[in-house]
Nanobody, 117 residues
Framework: QVQLVESGGGSVQVGGSLKLSCKSS????????MDWYRQAPGKERDLVAG???????TFADSVKGRFSISQDHAKNTLYLQMDNLKIEDTAVYFC???????????WGQGTQVTVSS
């Protein structure tokens, strides 16, 4: 069973930065796609960024040029660097691993990001 634990959320002003971390209990980066999702109050959970097992990255249009995704394989940790934050980035951010070999998607517990003016 893979466990994902996010950290790094908090409150920041518009234009500020935060770096989220997601530590996996196992090394899964070679077999699982890693994603960051977010869910604002009353809205659906949406994909923010993803990185494939080959290192290919994808981003939602709303965060392109502001967010970056990376991995530290030695630390089994996924990161989401968020710069030039906007009020509309306020949400709970979830780390997720999609492991096609097992046919499973794992989720972290989420971390709150609040951006204020």
């Amino acid at each position: 069973q893979v466990q994902l634990v996010e950290s790094g959320g908090g409150s920041v002003q518009v234009g500020g930065s935060l770096k989220l971390s997601c530590k996996s209990s196992q090394y899964i980066f070679s077999t699982c796609e890693m994603d960051w999702y977010r869910q604002a109050p009353g809205k659906e959970r949406d994909l923010v960024a993803g990185i494939s097992t080959r290192g290919t990255t994808t981003f939602a249009d709303s965060v392109k040029g502001r967010f970056s995704i990376s991995q530290d394989h030695a630390k089994n940790t996924l990161y989401l660097q968020m710069d030039n934050l906007k009020i509309e980035d306020t949400a709970v951010y979830f780390c997720s691993a999609y492991c096609p070999g097992a046919g499973l998607r794992y989720w972290g517990q989420g971390t709150q990001v609040t951006v204020s003016s």
